[in-house]
C-alpha cells in the first residue's frame, strides 16, 4: 500500500513569489494535516482539512492556504513568500476515525 | 495551551548502553501521546500510540509508557541505526469541532539521539 506521497521534493522560490506544494493520503484516508518544520522550531501545525473543508488552523497568516479536492488530496499554497518560510512541509493523512497521522516524505522550500 | 516539552535535547550513547527519553506533557485531558523517529530531511515515521495511564508498548528496542504527566521511551542495547531524533507529539480532548476522533498533533521539538559504534 503507497504511503503519503508529496510533490515537488524541493523548491526553490525568491522573496514575494508563490508556492504551491501538493500531498496525496493514503488510500481511504479522508483527513489531510500540513505541518511546518522550521530549524530549531519543531513540527508546527499549519492546516487540517477533512472532507474537502478546512477543520482547524494553526498560528500562521492568511497568506498561508490550501484546499483538499475530493479525491483527497490536498494543496498548500504559500504567498507572498519570505525568508523565513523556508522550512520542510509535511503533509499527513488518516482515517476518518483514527488519530494516528502518517507523514509524507516532506517538500523542502528554500526561499532566497 | 497544550505543551509538550522532550529531554534531553540530545543524547549520545554507546552501543549496547540502555537509556530513556523524557516527554512531558501539559493538556486539558489526552485523548493520546505519539512517539515518532525522524531522519534527517525525512518525513516522522510512527512508533506508538498510548491512549491511558499504565499503558505501555514495545517494538524492538523500544518501549512507551505513559504516567498521566509524562511519557518514556526506552531504548534497550540500542544500535547506530538507532540514531535519529524522537519525537513526542500529543492530541487533546478539547477539539470539539471535528465531529469525529481527528485532532491535530501538538509536537515537542525533539530528542537527537546519536548512537556510537
Known amino acids: 500500500e503507497a504511503g503519503v506521497t508529496q510533490s515537488p521534493t524541493h523548491l526553490i522560490k525568491t522573496r514575494g513569489q508563490q508556492a504551491t506544494l501538493r500531498c496525496s493520503p493514503i488510500s481511504g484516508h479522508t483527513s489531510v494535516y500540513w505541518y511546518q518544520q522550521a530549524l530549531g522550531l519543531g513540527l508546527q501545525f499549519l492546516l487540517w482539512?477533512?472532507?474537502?473543508?478546512?477543520?482547524n488552523r494553526g498560528n500562521f497568516p492568511p497568506r498561508f492556504s490550501g484546499r483538499q479536492f475530493p479525491n483527497y488530496s490536498s494543496e498548500l499554497n504559500v504567498n507572498a513568500l519570505e525568508l523565513e518560510d523556508s522550512a520542510l512541509y509535511l503533509c499527513a493523512s488518516s482515517f476518518r476515525a483514527g488519530v494516528v497521522g502518517f507523514f509524507g516524505p516532506g517538500t523542502r522550500l528554500t526561499v532566497l | 495551551e497544550d505543551q509538550v516539552t522532550q529531554s534531553p535535547e540530545a543524547l549520545r550513547l554507546q552501543e549496547g548502553e540502555s537509556s530513556s527519553l523524557n516527554c512531558s506533557y501539559t493538556?486539558?485531558?489526552?485523548?493520546?501521546l505519539f512517539w515518532y523517529r525522524q531522519d534527517p530531511g525525512k518525513g516522522p515515521e510512527f512508533l506508538f500510540t498510548?491512549?491511558?495511564a499504565g499503558e505501555e508498548k514495545e517494538k524492538e528496542r523500544l518501549k512507551a509508557t505513559l504516567t498521566k504527566k509524562e511519557s518514556f521511551l526506552h531504548i534497550t542495547a540500542p544500535k547506530p541505526e538507532d540514531s535519529a531524533t524522537y519525537l513526542c507529539?500529543?492530541?487533546?480532548?478539547?477539539?470539539?469541532?471535528?465531529?469525529?476522533?481527528?485532532?491535530?498533533?501538538?509536537f515537542g521539538k525533539g530528542t537527537l539521539l546519536t548512537v556510537n559504534p
Open positions: 493538556v486539558s485531558g489526552l485523548r493520546g
Open positions: 482539512y477533512d472532507e474537502g473543508e478546512e477543520r
Open positions: 507529539a500529543v492530541v487533546p480532548l478539547t477539539d470539539l469541532n471535528s465531529g469525529g476522533s481527528n485532532y491535530k498533533l501538538t
Open positions: 498510548l491512549y491511558s
